[in-house]
C-alpha cells in the first residue's frame, strides 16, 4: 500500500499556531502548555485511495489533504537527494575506473577525422524530435488524466478540485522524468565537468 509520511502540514500548522501572538498571551515561555496540542509525527495512508470526491466528508478530506500535500512536499527533495546520491556514484566511478580507458581512447581518436557538419546536423534533429515527441507525450499523459479524473468523478469544480493522487501521479511522472534525464547525463561524463 502506499507508505507513511511525516507530517509536514501538521508541523507546519503547529508551528503558526504556537508561534502566533493568541498563544504568546495564552502560553508565554511554558513548553509544557505549548506541546499539549503537538501533532503525531507520522501520517498514515488515507483509508481510500481515489474516492469520489462527492462522496468525501470534511474529516476524511482533512486526513487526505495532510497526507497527500506532505507527500508532495517531500518528494521533490527526496528525489534530489536521490539524484545526487546517483551523480556522486557515477562521478566516482568514472574518475576512478571508467574515465582513465576513455583517455586513451579520445587520446588515439585526435589522429582521426573529425565529424562532418552533415553529421552533427542529423545528430541536432534526432535530439530536436526526441524532444518534440517528449512534449507531445508529456501533453498527452496531463489530458488524459484530466479525462479519466472527469469520468470517474475525481475532479470536481464544487469544492473539492482534483483528486489528490492524481497530483501526486503527475508531479511523480515530472521527477522520475528528472531521474532519467539525470542518468542519461551522468552516462555521458557530464557529470565529471561540474566538478572541474
Known amino acids: 500500500m502506499l ?104 587520446l588515439s581518436s585526435l589522429s582521426s577525422e573529425p565529424a562532418r557538419d552533415s553529421e552533427r546536423e542529423d545528430v541536432g534533429n534526432g535530439r530536436s524530435l526526441c524532444l518534440t515527441l517528449f512534449v507531445i507525450f508529456h501533453h498527452l499523459t496531463c489530458a488524459s488524466i484530466v479525462a479519466v479524473a472527469l469520468k470517474f468523478g475525481w475532479l470536481s469544480s464544487e469544492g473539492g478540485g482534483l483528486a489528490w493522487e492524481l497530483w501526486a501521479l503527475g508531479q511523480h511522472l515530472g521527477l522520475w522524468t528528472l531521474f532519467v534525464q539525470n542518468l542519461v547525463r551522468c552516462w555521458r561524463c557530464d557529470a565529471l565537468n561540474d566538478l572541474s
Open 3 to 106: 507508505p507513511p509520511v511525516p507530517n509536514v502540514v501538521g508541523n507546519l500548522a503547529w508551528l503558526i499556531d504556537n508561534f502566533g501572538v493568541a498563544m504568546w498571551k495564552e502560553c508565554n515561555i511554558n513548553l509544557a502548555c505549548r506541546s499539549k496540542s503537538f501533532p503525531p509525527q507520522i501520517l498514515q495512508a488515507p483509508p481510500r485511495i481515489l474516492p469520489k470526491l462527492s462522496e468525501v466528508e470534511e474529516e476524511e478530506a482533512l486526513v487526505r489533504f495532510r497526507y497527500w500535500v506532505s507527500l508532495l512536499v517531500l518528494s521533490p527533495y527526496v528525489m534530489a537527494c536521490l539524484c545526487e546520491a546517483v551523480r556522486f556514484v557515477t562521478v566516482f566511478y568514472k574518475s576512478n575506473i571508467s574515465c582513465r580507458q576513455d583517455r586513451y581512447v579520445r
